[in-house]
């Protein structure tokens, strides 16, 4: 009898160890700050923790109905109509989800089949390509534009086929912090409108969004709304990404099909957590702060960075705060972040990671979501530049 291990033929033959992986192991090795992968240092409200205690030990950790436990999506459909404007039924168009990541994953899989197309609009946040790959699909890349990451219509247009399912649009975005207008929504909705192309829209950072803008969801435009799978994280809401529940918001024959897959991939979703997190939304005062507290956040990094020779791109959302590094280094991206992390004890991430084809136009990207203190120790360093 031989001892032997089969070789697989990868489902993903690109997909290697990645630059988050490998930037946070450097800065744990080198003692660094690491403002490179995008999570808060910092706690969660105790009153959501005790939320969730209290429901474990008032005996709710039996599986929850597949689609969420109904308070919780009547929670989040109460606050989608009280922010945006749109009613989603809670029964049969909100989905709990294990996170925004798995929301997106099931999405594709439920509505690609194999040689559909799928626009991505690059920069983008890093499962989106392997999951049309996993699911069939052929990723059509369309770049937003250098150094302002705004939709370019023209280039959206141009890659729109008759094969294009679906096209993924992120405010506020990820990794460039770009908030889209009403004015590009609106531009998005009348170029879809003759076609049957659905949206993927990835909100997760819905409640970050500064200096008095408002953050765009597709649930605000009607047309819009009825082809829209909505995604959002209640990890990056409350500070708990730890927890991985989000949830998806979708009209019903979308969501209905969201559902046959969710079931087998994932079936449900953690039964205390989803009753803690309906017991705490009951004040919205969370959300409704969260702006306040992340802009405050930025605000002390923006100050701190211009005793630096970087140059600030605009952060309009999100936790992160984009820099040119043109006056500082010559080096390309990726070397740089690994040179910050090991000379100057500052761990970034270099923007050509979220390109497919590694576009390097000399621009990386700090996470702020730390303590005060943890930020001030790293513009001490970053003030040596």
Request: overall charge neutral.
């Amino acid at each position: 009898m031989r001892i032997h291990t089969p070789q697989l033929q990868s489902r993903l033959p690109k997909v290697g160890t990645t630059i988050f992986t490998v930037m946070s192991a450097l800065a744990a090795e080198k003692g660094a700050v690491n403002l490179g992968q995008g999570f808060p240092d910092f706690e969660g409200d105790p009153r959501l923790v005790d939320a969730v205690t209290d429901a474990m030990k008032r005996g709710l950790n039996q599986y929850p109905p597949m689609t969420g436990v109904p308070a919780l999506r009547e929670a989040v459909a109460k606050k989608v109509a009280t922010i945006y404007g749109h009613a989603y039924d809670a029964n049969t168009e909100i989905t709990i989800t294990a996170g925004a990541t798995q929301a997106i994953l099931t999405i594709i899989l439920a509505i690609v089949h194999p040689g559909d197309e799928v626009i991505v609009l690059e920069p983008c946040y890093d499962s989106y390509v392997p999951n049309i790959e996993l699911a069939g699909g052929v990723v059509v890349r369309v770049p937003l534009t250098p150094g302002t990451f705004r939709p370019d219509f023209s280039k959206i247009a141009a890659a729109i086929t008759p094969r294009t399912r679906a096209i993924m649009v992120n405010t506020p975005h990820n990794p460039s912090g770009m908030v889209w207008t009403k004015e590009e929504m609106l531009q998005l909705q009348a170029l879809l409108d003759p076609t049957d192309i659905l949206v993927i829209s990835d909100e997760v950072y819905e409640h970050m969004v500064f200096d008095s803008r408002q953050h765009e969801s597709a649930a605000r435009f009607p047309a819009l709304a009825a082809r829209s799978f909505i995604v959002s994280s209640f990890g990056k809401t409350y500070h708990v990404t730890g927890w991985k529940v989000g949830y998806v918001a979708a009209p019903a024959p979308l969501s209905a099909e969201f559902r046959k897959v969710h079931q087998f991939n994932v079936f449900t979703v953690n039964t205390p957590v989803q009753h803690g997190l309906a017991t705490y939304m009951a004040d919205p005062r969370p959300y409704l702060d969260l702006p306040a507290f992340y802009q405050r956040k930025r605000d002390l990094f923006r100050e701190g960075l211009k005793k630096t020779k970087f140059r600030m791109l605009p952060g309009e959302g999100t936790y992160f705060q984009c820099v040119d590094i043109s006056a500082v280094s010559d080096l390309n991206e990726a070397d740089f972040c690994k040179w910050l992390t090991t000379e100057i004890g500052v761990a970034a991430i270099p923007l050509s990671a979220f390109y497919g084809d590694g576009f390097d136009q000399r621009v990386v990207r700090f996470c702020f979501a730390k303590k005060d203190e943890t930020l001030n120790t790293a513009l001490e360093r970053l003030a040596r530049l």
